[in-house]
């Protein structure tokens, strides 16, 4: 990770960084307010997460896919932007087609009440 004060990412290039898994991170960006990444799930795989202590954003690329938020589901694709709010318990589920996803996470800051 380089300590400079802005970077630029190349999506492709990040992509082809994959391995391949079934279930996949990729974390490609981690600075003290924020992380960065890209989640890989294939097509039948099952999505294992547990809630995160920090607020998080997804931009589906590719794929489909349900996903549950609480008690809540709704189908996503590519375009679909999703929040989640830390701790909300949420998965994707009945994943039709490859997903890749660009994850966010914002980390709490120390001073927050």
Same mark, same amino acid.
């Given at each position: 990770?380089?300590?400079? @004060?802005?970077?630029?990412?190349? #999506?492709?290039? #990040?992509?082809?960084?994959?391995?391949?898994?079934?279930?996949?991170?990729?974390?490609?960006?981690? =600075?003290?307010?924020?992380?960065?990444?890209?989640?890989?799930?294939?097509?039948g795989s099952k999505d294992m997460q547990a809630p995160h202590?920090?607020?998080?954003?997804?931009?589906?690329?590719?794929? @489909?896919?349900?996903?549950?938020?609480?008690?809540?589901?709704?189908? =996503?694709? &590519?375009?679909?932007? #999703?929040? =989640?709010?830390a701790t909300t318990e949420h998965s994707f589920f009945e994943?039709?087609?490859?997903? @890749?996803? #660009?994850?966010?996470?914002?980390?709490?800051? &120390?001073?927050?009440?």
């Amino acid at each position: 990770m380089n300590d400079s @004060t802005w970077q630029v990412f190349e #999506l492709d290039k #990040l992509k082809n960084e994959l391995k391949g898994s079934a279930v996949e991170y990729l974390e490609f960006l981690s =600075v003290p307010s924020m992380n960065c990444g890209l989640y890989f799930l294939k097509a039948g795989s099952k999505d294992m997460q547990a809630p995160h202590d920090e607020d998080e954003v997804y931009l589906v690329l590719s794929g @489909t896919a349900r996903m549950r938020l609480g008690d809540e589901e709704r189908s =996503v694709g &590519p375009g679909s932007l #999703l929040y =989640v709010g830390a701790t909300t318990e949420h998965s994707f589920f009945e994943i039709e087609e490859d997903m @890749t996803l #660009l994850v966010m996470f914002a980390a709490m800051p &120390p001073d927050h009440g």
